[in-house]
Nanobody
């Protein structure tokens, strides 16, 4: 089992940048595929990015967001550049015992989320 804790969210102006971090407990972090999802008020949780054998992004963040991981630090990152107001959401990291997935059902463990607010 793994516990996930996100950090790095906040308020930023449109065009700005944030880097989210997700720190995992346990000694087997490198065995998990990892993902970032987000949920805006009144909307369903949606896929943002994932990292396994390769990296995957939803179309709306391609070229602006970068997912990466540091297995020595048990940490997952999401570098977010050129932020837009429509990126405003609670961002969640998730871990999968299987392959990286774009579906929420593909993940076994979730963090509590960190709020990202982009002002126009």
């Amino acid at each position: 089992q793994v516990q996930l804790v996100e950090s790095g969210g906040g308020l930023v102006q449109a065009g700005g940048s944030l880097r989210l971090s997700c720190t995992a407990s346990g000694r087997t972090f490198n065995s998990y595929a990892m993902g970032w999802f987000r949920q805006a008020p009144g909307k369903e949780r949606e896929f943002v990015a994932a990292i396994g054998i390769s990296t995957y992004y939803t179309n709306s963040v391609k070229g602006r967001f970068t997912i990466s991981r540091d297995n020595a630090k048990n940490t997952l990152y999401l570098q977010m550049n050129s932020l837009k107001p429509e990126d405003t959401a609670v961002y969640y990291c998730a871990a999968s015992n299987r392959a990286a997935s774009i579906r929420t059902a593909g993940y076994d463990y979730w963090g509590q989320g960190t709020q990202v607010t982009v002002s126009s």
